[in-house]
């Protein structure tokens, strides 16, 4: 089992920046790939970002392309989202996941999900 816990949601206006951050535990965290879903109220859950187990290959869904970056750190367990130049488009929950195969996380069928984070831009 892995579990994931987002945190660094908030409250920010158009042009800000957050940064969001996906804790793992429990199995090996470097062996897994690491991805970032969104779901804004009334849509269906989408793509972000997603990063491979040694962070060398990263995803992005072409809406945040140049201004969020995806980031890991397996010595800390941790996995980043950096979001600038934020959009009130961009509310949603934020999740993260994680799978063996960078497929799946992209996919959205991964085997673990955290709670999710709130992120609201203000216009």
């Known amino acids: 089992q892995v579990q994931l816990v987002e945190s660094g949601g908030g409250l920010v206006q158009a042009g800000g920046s957050l940064r969001l951050s996906c804790a793992a535990s429990?199995?090996?965290?470097?062996?897994?790939?690491i991805g970032w879903f969104r779901q804004a109220p009334g849509k269906e859950r989408e793509f972000v970002a997603a990063?491979?187990?040694?962070?060398?290959?990263?995803y992005y869904t072409d809406s945040v392309k140049g201004r969020f970056t995806i980031s890991r750190d397996n010595a800390e367990n941790t996995v980043y989202l950096q979001m600038n130049s934020l959009k009130p488009e961009d509310t949603a929950v934020y999740y993260c996941?994680?799978?063996?195969?960078?497929?799946?996380?992209?996919?959205?069928?991964?085997?673990?999900w955290g709670q999710g984070t709130q992120v609201t831009v203000s216009s």
């Open positions: 990063i491979s187990w040694s962070g060398s290959t990263t």
């Open positions: 429990g199995r090996t965290f470097s062996n897994y790939a």
């Open positions: 996941n994680a799978d063996s195969l960078i497929s799946r996380v992209v996919a959205g069928t991964a085997d673990y």
